[in-house]
Each structure stands twice: as C-alpha cells, then as structure tokens.
C-alpha cells in the first residue's frame, strides 16, 4: 500500500516561495507516476504539475508553468514541488496523488490510486 504524506505548506507573502514534498511512507511508489492537485474552497480539485515514474515525462497546468518546478528522487521516495513567484490566486490545499496507470492522462484524477491529507499553502497579497 502506497501512504502519501506531504509537507512544506504555510503562508507566504506574494512574490515568496515554498517548496512541497511528497513521500511514500508504505510501499515505494517507483513505478507509480505522481502528481499535485489543488482545491481552493467551493471549487474543484484541479492538476498543478505531475511527473512520470521515470521522470521524463513532466505537466504542468498552464496557469504555474515558468513559475513551478516538479522533480521526484525515487532513491528517497520523494516527489518534490517548488513553488515560485506565488500568486494570492495560488492559495489552496495541495495534495500529492500516485496512480499506476496515469499514462499521459494526467488530469484526470480518477486515475490516481492514492492520496495524501493535502497541505494548506496560503498566499498573502
């Protein structure tokens, strides 16, 4: 069983950075491609960034590409998300997603097997 814990939420001023992380703490999720959702409240759960099990494979929804950086070290069972240049309009809860066979569906979320609890990040204006 893949268990997801993500880290590195908070506040921030905007124009401030943050940098989420994602681990495994069950099962390694190698072979597992891993993505960031956001959910700003009365809204729906949307992608952010996701990347391949290799790591070659890299999205970003357009509204944080320039801004976002993706990058896992599956040595260390992590996903990582850096997180620039922060827009008020960025404020959410971020959760990590791990799905089997995402191919380069990554926006459709029902294809990610696992969850994490999701991290509040709140950009100040």
């Known amino acids: 069983q893949v268990q997801l814990v993500e880290s590195g939420g908070g506040l921030v001023q905007a124009g401030g950075s943050l940098r989420l992380s994602c681990a495994s703490s069950g099962r390694a999720f190698t072979g597992y491609t891993v993505a960031w959702f956001r959910q700003a409240p009365g809204k729906e759960r949307d992608i952010v960034a996701a990347?391949?099990?290799?790591?070659?494979?890299?999205y970003y929804t357009d509204s944080v590409k320039g801004r976002y950086t993706i990058s896992r070290d599956n040595a260390k069972n992590t996903v990582n998300l850096q997180m620039n240049s922060l827009k008020p309009e960025d404020t959410s809860v971020y959760y990590c997603?791990?799905?089997?066979?995402?191919?380069?569906?990554?926006?459709?979320?029902?294809?990610?097997?696992?969850w994490g609890q999701g991290t509040q990040v709140t950009v100040s204006s």
């Open positions: 997603a791990a799905g089997g066979s995402v191919g380069t569906r990554y926006n459709e979320a029902f294809r990610y097997n696992f």
């Open positions: 990347i391949s099990p290799s790591g070659g494979g890299i």
